[in-house]
């Protein structure tokens, strides 16, 4: 079974929304959303933790896109709005079983899963 299974991609116009979905076969402390353009460095979307469900978000989707979690389907949504062509890119979730403490919620070497990514494309 893979432990995380992303969703919701596609192709929009300028100004929609989509919802991404990443759904998890395993035990998560922390879910993370990623995403890498062609040509760019992976940048950190967006995370919750499972207990507190304390979030974080980039600057650059601050106030447009927001994380949260259904703890019983064991599912984190990332709902996007007001999308633009710049959030282009490939999405993907990642998780942490285990605090990490020290370490950055965007710093992609501290996950212990990837999903295999969801294409938004937002047109403009």
């Known amino acids: 079974q893979v432990p995380l299974v992303e969703s919701g991609g596609g192709s929009v116009q300028a100004g929609e929304s989509l919802r991404l979905s990443c759904a998890a076969s395993?035990?998560?402390?922390?879910v993370t959303w990623f995403r890498q353009a062609p040509g760019k460095e992976r940048e950190g979307v967006a995370s919750i933790t499972t207990g507190s469900h304390f979030t974080v978000y980039g600057d650059s989707v601050k106030g447009r896109f927001t994380i949260s979690r259904d703890n019983a389907k064991n599912t984190v949504y990332l709902q996007t709005a007001s999308l633009k062509p710049e959030d282009s890119a490939m999405y993907y979730c990642?998780?942490?079983?285990?605090?990490?403490?020290?370490?950055?919620?965007?710093?992609?070497?501290?996950?212990?899963?990837w999903g295999q990514g969801t294409q938004v494309i937002v047109s403009s």
């Open positions: 395993v035990y998560t402390h922390r």
């Open positions: 990642a998780a942490r079983q285990s605090p990490r403490y020290g370490s950055q919620w965007h710093d992609s070497g501290t996950y212990d899963y």
